[in-house]
């Protein structure tokens, strides 16, 4: 039987409970709070705002407001806690720009170009609230989110690809963003901490449509098993992935601020993408830098995680949610 006929990791469509998850009225506790890891994006959220999408989905999915949608024993708190995957980084924001609609994006509303530190902390301030976060603070990153991409869209313009006009909450736009980091997180815990089983990245996978259902995917939108996902993912890069002009001035302007430090994040960037992205980027491979990226993995899986200070081995929403 294929992957995709499988129905243990079709994504769940049980009826919202009777579970009093969320207050009925009123701010919305936790992230946007006034010392909050979130209070630096947006105001705080209330009740009365919360998507009717977003409510059910807490009805369905939670069973504890204070472990938020995920808890203890999520694949998604195992693996998206450990720093170390950010040595991955570089590859998703590449694949990112490859697309060349949220290459426009990038170029007319992101800092990424010129101050990729700041635009990533904010990122991934809200990422991880989504996935560490209690149900408040993590409704209040998802409704955060969507307000910010609200004001995202324009024209893609660039010679050398089809033109047209994007919008940050397209699904399509969405998805493909979700998708690098879901794929790269999978794939960067294999190499650097340990293995996954087929099974766990199907329940993953699972957990993970939960992350994009808050982000603002409708169900409908996403592919219904992990070999759906698989197929999709690879269809994208093959057929959507274009690197025009903006595409390569926006890498260009991310790339230069790693400075002298420049080839290592090419290399490493250059590690996990698909062949047929690297060409597109110009990076060269082949057996040699195969095997020192191999030889990269290895150490990394040698070292005893358990050994490393809290501050050092966990995510800083991780941390700041007290889940070590």
Do not use: C
């Not at 919202?16 to 969320?22: A, E, F, G, R, S």
């Not at 609230?129 to 893609?156: K, N, P, Q, Y």
């Not at 090419?266 to 057996?287: D, Q, T, V």
């Amino acid at each position: 039987m294929s992957d995709i006929d499988r129905r243990d990791d079709v994504l769940s469509t049980a009826d919202t409970t009777d579970i009093d998850v969320l207050p009925d009225e009123g701010a919305l506790a936790g992230a946007a709070d006034a010392d909050g890891p979130l209070s630096h994006l947006g105001d705080a959220v209330r009740a009365e705002e919360i998507p009717e999408d977003i409510a059910a989905l807490a009805a369905s999915e939670v069973d504890d407001p204070g472990e938020g949608f995920f808890g203890p024993d999520s694949l998604a708190w195992r693996i998206n806690r450990e720093n170390v995957l950010y040595v991955a980084g570089v590859t998703p924001i590449l694949l990112q720009i490859a697309h060349p609609s949220v290459a426009a994006g990038l170029r007319d509303h992101s800092t990424l170009q010129s101050d990729y530190r700041t635009r990533l902390t904010h990122t991934f301030d809200i990422v991880d609230t989504l996935f560490f976060g209690d149900v408040e603070s993590a409704i209040t990153g998802a409704v955060i989110v969507r307000r910010l991409h609200e004001g995202v869209a324009g024209r893609v313009d660039d010679s050398g690809v089809d033109d047209g006009t994007y919008y940050a909450n397209d699904p399509e736009l969405l998805w493909w963003v979700a998708a690098t980091l879901f794929d790269l997180s999978t794939r960067a815990y294999e190499t650097l901490v340990e293995p996954l089983s087929r099974a766990e990245k199907r329940r993953y996978y699972r957990e993970h449509t939960i992350f994009q259902r808050l982000m603002g995917l409708p169900e409908a939108a996403l592919p219904d098993t992990l070999g759906a996902f698989e197929e999709r993912y690879a269809s994208t890069i093959d057929d959507d992935l274009v690197l025009g002009e903006t595409g390569r001035a926006v890498t260009a302007g991310f790339l230069d601020q790693f400075g002298r430090a420049r080839p290592v994040a090419e290399f490493l960037g250059a590690a996990w993408l698909p062949a047929s992205a690297r060409e597109l980027f110009g990076f060269e491979w082949g057996p040699s830098r195969q095997r020192r990226f191999d030889a990269v993995g290895r150490l990394f899986r040698s070292m005893p995680l358990w050994a490393l200070p809290d501050r050092v081995r966990y995510r800083k929403q991780y941390r700041a949610f007290d889940r070590v």
